[in-house]
């Protein structure tokens, strides 16, 4: 074979080569947003996870007015001041006053039960009498029924199918794994490149971050489950699964950081020095302002891998999607179970086969996860053109 | 005077208590991995030794046994660690030749815009999470590979296979290209100036010369494919027992294993579990060995 074709052959394949690679990208990130972009809406994005059906006693003390943009097929209450509309076989509430009853309604155990728009009207009862809404109902009944008296009880279903649960669970997981491993890999990695002497000491604390680096997500999560679920009693929770990604990201954070310091260049210190700080005024006032950029990329980076881990928190924080909220009090806990969006994208497709919602759940953490991207590219840009 | 003493005293203590914080923080990442170690091996090597309060198991049986039946006491991992194996062999058979030539081409053969495209594109291949690749898997890869496979399901070694090398290409381009890019300017040039064309040069001279950045990436590419789990449970089919025979053939691997039944394992199962994980370390000690060695005499040269 002459050198000239074997020069081409070679060529070609580098070229299919980086063709191949690039059209991967587009082909995965392609096939996510298509498959899931239909599911992609407001309410998938704040509705709870679960649909739940509830009796809630409406107590009306005005008269309300109805918007001007009602449609003409909206059924109004004054009473309540709510229009409900009918969908398919169903009744969807699709207008609310800001003063409406609705806002304060209370169920049977006289907990406060949030309503909002989109949630389907069941059932009203009032005055001892019992109407079922559906398509078969006359609407004039409804309206009478509604307006009826001043107390009513309504059985109403909330619609699920939403992601917010996830959503909430994800910030407090980022929130948690990054006040405890932000600090720890910060200052360590200050020890490490301003305090330490190379030795013995440095060598095993290297030594051990490349271990830390290198254990598979899934051998963390069995560590975790045992170490903070258990030995710890923290149970299945935020808590737990935050702790576990806070070793787990102990050695990116502590190796953006130490790049982040080594590029401070010498004459900065040794300019602070001569004008007679001390090493902790050196550090605090000309070493740390000017490292942030970097320090921030690490953070970024970080957000992005807790946002994306899924082996590591199957069971530690666990599978259910629900919001991190103590049944009891009500109040969000970090000691309470929850799910974040990636875990519950594999369950959806292991338990269900559910490769629609998943896809959905995908199309949002790529968006931030890309997004995150993004903004690490241009503080590192910024940062080594303010360095030159 | 008298002032200025207690004022620099104060210093020193500052000074001293902050040294200890800093330490001490760096101290935290050791102490991390000695916690790992105790209680994944504590409890991992537990069933191999008499006594043990949940029954004992053979050590030979659980290493080379080609059947895992918790239901029946059954808890062998000598399938799986073969079956491990050849999926990141595989792997890196079909990625690295690819990740090489994706590599070359952003650092030496494409202009610069087009660099500028294909270098981001790739990292953003390694920022999209595992389970997306899991899902992507799922339902795109495993009917394909179903179409061809003599067996009625798509989740194979051949899925397990692709999905890999799709996820260790970013590592191993990453690595190389910055390898090729320290490759010394006179090289290529002494290599030109003797009547060499580009390509010759690129896989005569600078490939060579880059050789043991190559290395670190490849490796770093092993240790990412053993140790993925949720990009591949979904396309393995996890069975109960057997080598894969063909690329057909639906595998379990050492992470799947844990990552599927850590949830309801109790007792032995439980700890047989945490014994998979020893093995899991183990694999990737020798990796991180390697790592070093081939660090080190990349240093010396």
Not at chain 1, 169 to 183: D, M
Not at chain 2, 225 to 240: C, D, R, S
Request: with cysteine; hydrophobic share 50%; charged share 15%.
């Amino acid at each position: 074979m002459s050198r000239k074709v074997k020069d081409q052959l070679c060529n070609m394949l580098i070229w299919l080569s980086a063709a191949f690679s690039v059209g991967i990208l587009v082909l995965v990130v392609g096939f996510i947003f298509s498959k899931g972009w239909s599911k992609i809406s407001l309410d998938f994005l704040f509705n709870d996870y679960e649909s739940k059906t509830q009796y809630v006693t409406l107590e009306s003390d005005q008269a309300y007015q109805a918007p001007a943009s009602l449609s003409e097929s909206a059924l109004f209450s004054e009473n309540l001041g709510v229009a409900l509309e009918l969908k398919e076989d169903h009744y969807e509430i699709v207008w609310m006053d800001k003063e409406s009853p609705l806002k304060e309604a209370t169920n049977n155990a006289d907990e406060k039960v949030k309503i909002s728009k989109g949630d389907c009207v069941q059932q009203i009862k009032v005055s001892g009498k019992s109407l079922k809404l559906d398509k078969k109902t006359d609407q004039e009944e409804i309206v009478k029924a509604l307006n009826e008296n001043n107390t009513l009880v309504m059985k109403v279903m909330s619609v699920g199918g939403g992601i917010f649960p996830m959503i909430v669970s994800t910030l407090l997981l980022v929130l948690v794994a990054l006040l405890f491993s932000a600090p720890i890999g910060i200052l360590a990695a200050i020890y490490l490149v301003e305090y330490a002497k190379p030795g013995k000491l440095v060598n095993v604390i290297r030594f051990a971050t490349e271990i830390l680096a290198g254990i598979p997500s899934v051998v963390y999560g069995l560590f975790g489950m045992l170490m903070f679920v258990n030995t710890l009693n923290l149970g299945m929770s935020i808590l737990a699964g935050g702790l576990t990604l806070t070793i787990l990201l102990l050695p990116t954070m502590m190796r953006t950081t130490e790049e982040a310091l080594k590029v401070v260049p010498m004459s900065y210190r040794e300019a602070s020095y001569g004008l007679g700080a001390n090493k902790i005024q050196t550090l605090s006032k000309v070493v740390l302002p000017s490292a942030i950029p970097g320090i921030l990329v690490g953070v970024i980076l970080s957000i992005g891998r807790i946002i994306g881990e899924s082996a590591a928190l199957l069971f530690t924080i666990g599978t259910f999607a629900k919001l991190p909220v103590n049944p009891e009090s009500g109040n969000f806990s970090l000691l309470e179970t929850g799910t974040s969006l990636t875990v519950r994208a594999y369950i959806e497709v292991k338990e269900s086969g559910n490769v629609e919602m998943a896809a959905a759940i995908g199309i949002i953490i790529l968006i931030v996860v890309f997004t995150l991207n993004l903004f690490s590219r241009l503080i590192a840009k910024k940062f080594s053109k303010a360095n030159n | 005077m008298k002032k200025d003493m207690s004022l620099n005293k104060r210093r020193v203590v500052l000074e001293k208590f902050f040294h200890g914080v800093f330490l001490l923080a760096a101290l935290i990442a050791v102490l991390s991995v000695a916690l790992i170690i105790i209680f994944i091996f504590g409890k991992g090597l537990a069933p191999f030794f008499s006594g043990n309060e949940y029954g004992t198991y053979s050590f030979i049986d659980f290493i080379t046994g080609l059947k895992w039946t918790p239901q029946s006491g059954e808890y062998g991992v000598g399938y799986m660690i073969v079956n491990s194996i050849f999926a990141t062999f595989g792997a890196i058979l079909v990625g690295v030749p690819i990740a090489l030539f994706t590599a070359v081409f952003i650092a030496e053969i494409a202009p610069k815009w087009l660099a500028g495209i294909v270098r981001p594109a790739i990292e953003l291949l390694a920022a999209i999470p595992s389970v997306l690749y899991g899902v992507f898997g799922f339902a795109v890869i495993t009917p394909l590979v179903k179409q061809f496979s003599p067996y009625p399901t798509g989740d194979s070694l051949l899925a397990v296979i692709i999905v890999l090398t799709i996820m260790i290409l970013p590592t191993i381009v990453a690595v190389v290209e910055t390898a090729i890019r320290a490759v010394p300017k006179s090289y290529k040039e002494g290599s030109l100036a003797l009547g060499a064309s580009k390509i010759q040069t690129i896989f005569k001279v600078t490939l060579p010369a880059a050789r043991s950045g190559i290395l670190t990436g490849i490796i770093l590419g092993v240790g990412r494919a053993i140790g993925e789990t949720m990009a591949v449970i979904l396309v393995a089919g996890n069975p109960e027992s057997g080598i894969a025979t063909t690329i057909f053939s639906r595998v379990r691997l050492l992470t799947t294993n844990i990552a599927l039944e850590q949830g309801y394992a109790a007792k032995l199962h439980e700890q047989m579990l945490f014994s998979t994980a020893v093995v899991l370390f183990i694999f990737i000690m020798i990796i991180n060995l390697v790592l070093a060695q081939i660090q080190k005499r990349g240093g010396d040269r």
